[in-house]
Nanobody, 125 residues
Framework: QVQLVESGGGLVQTGGSLRLSCAAS????????MGWFRQAPGKEREFVAA????????YYADSVKGRFTISRDNFKNTVSLQMNSLKPEDTAVYFC??????????????????WGQGTQVTVSS
């Protein structure tokens, strides 16, 4: 079993920054790739960023490219999302997710096996 716990959400003004963290526990050796998704009220969950097991390959949604940075520390079993130049449209609940299988498509939420409980990010205008 793998468990994920997010932290770092909060309220920030437009243009501000936040850093989200996701701590994995349990059978962490079974985790391949990890990602961040978000869900705003009344909208579907959408892909934000993902990182491969090695940490060397990253993927971003066009809407956050150049503003967000995903990173991974396999020794500490954590994945982080540094969010800069935040906009009101970034307001959402952010979820950390882990893929435990070899088959994977970074932006397909159906191919992630474990999810955290989510952390709220609110950007005020």
């Amino acid at each position: 079993q793998v468990q994920l716990v997010e932290s770092g959400g909060g309220l920030v003004q437009t243009g501000g920054s936040l850093r989200l963290s996701c701590a994995a526990s349990g059978r962490t050796a079974s985790i391949y790739d990890m990602g961040w998704f978000r869900q705003a009220p009344g909208k579907e969950r959408e892909f934000v960023a993902a990182v491969r097991r090695s940490g060397g390959t990253t993927y971003y949604a066009d809407s956050v490219k150049g503003r967000f940075t995903i990173s991974r520390d396999n020794f500490k079993n954590t994945v982080s999302l540094q969010m800069n130049s935040l906009k009101p449209e970034d307001t959402a609940v952010y979820f950390c997710a882990a893929n435990l299988q070899l088959s994977w498509k970074y932006d397909d939420s159906n191919l992630y096996d474990v999810w955290g409980q989510g952390t709220q990010v609110t950007v005020s205008s």
